[in-house]
């Protein structure tokens, strides 16, 4: 839909030019907050969601969509009053409404669906609103956005979501047992249950870096460029304030260069079955390069929530497809 007219008289108007920062940083606490109980709604909004779900059905009958597509999205517009306007008023495409039908389809980002659709013909709907919801139709650094929520445990940082520069998080110290730096309460305490975890195990974990700032981080990466180009500086460096050290959040474990191959250690294969076990995931695996634009990182470690990491590191996932993949 490329409709830029002004609102109809209808009162049936929806902006779906919403900005694409609601999503970061909300979209967890929505996904893993189970307060949205059925029972809370009362019995007016209850008949009225019917009523909606119920002609919202009737209306997508004719449009070609399957059993399950329909009784997806009869059941979203029910909820969602919005969209069963759009519906109603034939603002929604056919391709806008399988989109929809995937519990992971953004109704604010319909337009990139069908821009990458256009240009990935091979690509089926769920695939191009993973891709989308990854922010893999804007080029690395080419749109940026600040992060909404910079303090909640589980922030997306990273090319495409900025940290503020004045953004410091609430800070302690590891300790001088668990390795230099310092990380988010949440975060320290987890980590060093971890150490001592794995200490149990025969393993010794250290962190060699955590918390930076964003000045820091900036010095870092200027650093660099006066030794390589930016785009190869890109692959294994954050620019400042899109480093995910600044969240108080990341740590490196042990080392943080690609030479001392972490990745072939005990303490790596430890990390890799047991850190979601403390509610950290590695950030920057193998393979997923694309997606996150860093190189392997082994000793990259990003503390999320047990929750959380668990069904990332069981289900094999960057944190941006864990994210895409989240129900809007
Ligand atoms: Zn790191």
């Known amino acids: 839909m490329k409709n830029q007219n002004p609102p109809p008289a209808s009162g049936c108007y929806v902006n779906r030019e919403l900005s694409w920062l609601q999503f970061n940083g909300r979209v967890l606490e929505e996904a893993e907050d189970p307060a949205q109980p059925e029972e809370e709604i009362d019995p007016v909004q209850a008949a009225e969601m019917e009523a909606r779900q119920k002609e919202a059905a009737r209306l997508l009958a004719q449009k070609g969509l399957t059993k399950q597509q329909k009784e997806a999205l ?10 069963f306007c759009l519906l109603k008023e034939g ?6 409404l399988v989109y929809l039908s995937l519990p992971n389809g953004r109704f ?18 769920e695939e191009v609103v ?12 080419s749109l940026i956005w600040e992060t909404a929520d910079p303090s909640s445990l589980t922030v997306l940082v990273n090319k495409h979501y900025t940290l503020s520069a004045s953004y410091v998080p609430q800070l302690e110290a590891l300790g001088r047992d668990y390795g230099s730096g310092s990380l988010r309460p949440e975060a320290a305490q987890a980590f060093r249950a971890m150490v001592d975890g794995a200490k149990a195990d025969g393993i010794a974990l250290r ?8 000045n820091q981080q900036k010095n870092t990466h200027n650093r660099y460029l006066k030794q390589y180009k930016q785009a ?12 995910e050290h600044q969240t108080g959040l990341a740590l490196d474990i042990n080392v ?10 005990p303490a790596f294969a430890w990390l890799k079955e047991h850190c979601a076990q403390y509610g950290f995931i590695l950030r920057y695996d ?8 860093y190189r392997f990182e082994p000793w990259h470690y990003r503390y999320v929530g047990v929750e959380t990491a668990q069904a990332v590191m069981e289900q094999g996932l960057a944190y941006e497809e864990y994210l895409a993949l989240q129900p809007s």
Do not use: C
């Open 74 to 83: 009869s059941s979203r517009m029910g909820k969602d009053e919005s969209l």
């Open 130 to 141: 993973l891709q989308v919801n990854m922010d893999q139709d804007q080029g690395f650094y």
């Open 286 to 293: 193998q393979g997923k390069e694309d997606i996150t634009g």
């Open 108 to 125: 604010d980002r319909l337009d990139r669906y069908s821009a990458w659709a256009a240009e990935h013909p091979k690509d089926g709907a």
């Open 256 to 265: 943080a260069s690609s030479s001392a191959h972490f990745e072939n250690t």
């Open 207 to 214: 962190s060699v870096s955590a918390y930076r700032s964003y």
């Open 91 to 96: 603002e929604l495409t056919r391709a806008d």
């Open 232 to 243: 190869v500086v890109d692959t294994f460096s954050a620019r400042p304030g899109h480093s």
